[in-house]
């Protein structure tokens, strides 16, 4: 039986050139892919970064200059 590889929500995906920054108090994240329901990013060396599943406050920001919190 295959396995089934439907996601609920449909996920962007970033090139390296185009992706967004996620501000999290004192700490700056590169977004990898996001979706309605969460994100993924890049932690910097040995930065625990926020919880994985775990919510958390921040910054959005697009390349065009735009943000959503």
Not at 11 to 28: K, Q, W
Not at 50 to 57: K, Q
């Amino acid at each position: 039986m295959a396995e089934s590889r439907e996601r609920r929500h449909y996920r962007i995906d970033y090139p390296l050139s185009a992706r967004p920054s996620l501000f999290v108090g004192e700490r700056t994240f590169e977004v990898i892919d996001c979706s309605e329901s969460g994100l993924r990013y890049a932690r910097p060396g040995s930065d625990p970064g926020p919880e994985v599943g775990g919510e958390f406050r921040g910054v959005l920001r697009f390349r065009t200059g735009d943000e959503v919190e």
